[in-house]
């Protein structure tokens, strides 16, 4: 399977959604992966430590998307990425679809199988949002303070 892991476009996020070593982790189980040039410089990973775990850097998103079978985000696509998702392709990030019937309807036009982070359950839990939800609660304090 080729796994594309595209830059983040939405304003203020530096994430990237795969780090180097589930990119190793995915090349050692037979996996190709690509991961769009600059993107995870904001997170403090150079493409060097990607392809020193087995990516392959390309130039765009355009290619990511156009090559990969699976697409590993951060965040919900915005509309400018929309046009690029294929049908079939797999599609894992955070969603929100509850928040943007534009997003919705857009992913339901797409054909694309989309797998939400924050509704994926594993023993009746939720092992992506709980996380998360955690940061955003102990920040809460100090945003309140």
């Known amino acids: 399977m080729i796994i594309g892991v595209p830059k983040e476009i939405k304003p203020q996020e530096n994430r990237i959604g795969a780090v180097p070593a589930m990119v190793h982790g995915l090349v050692e189980a037979g996996h190709a992966v690509l991961v769009q040039r600059g ?3 904001g997170a403090g990973i150079a493409d060097s430590a990607f392809e020193a775990a087995g990516a392959r850097i390309v130039a ?3 290619e990511i998307y156009g090559k990969a079978d699976m697409i590993v985000k951060v965040k919900e696509p915005l509309a400018a990425e929309y046009p690029l998702i294929k049908s079939g392709q797999l599609l894992f990030t955070y969603f929100h679809f509850a928040a943007s019937q534009d997003l919705t309807d857009a992913m339901l036009r797409s054909g694309a199988q989309c797998f939400a982070y924050e509704t994926l359950e594993v023993q009746r ?3 992506l949002l ?3 939800s955690e940061v955003a609660g102990r920040m809460a304090i100090q945003v309140g303070a």
Do not use: F, K
């Open 125 to 127: 839990r939720l092992p």
């Open 60 to 62: 765009t998103a355009e």
């Open 39 to 41: 993107g995870g410089l």
């Open 130 to 132: 709980t996380p998360m």
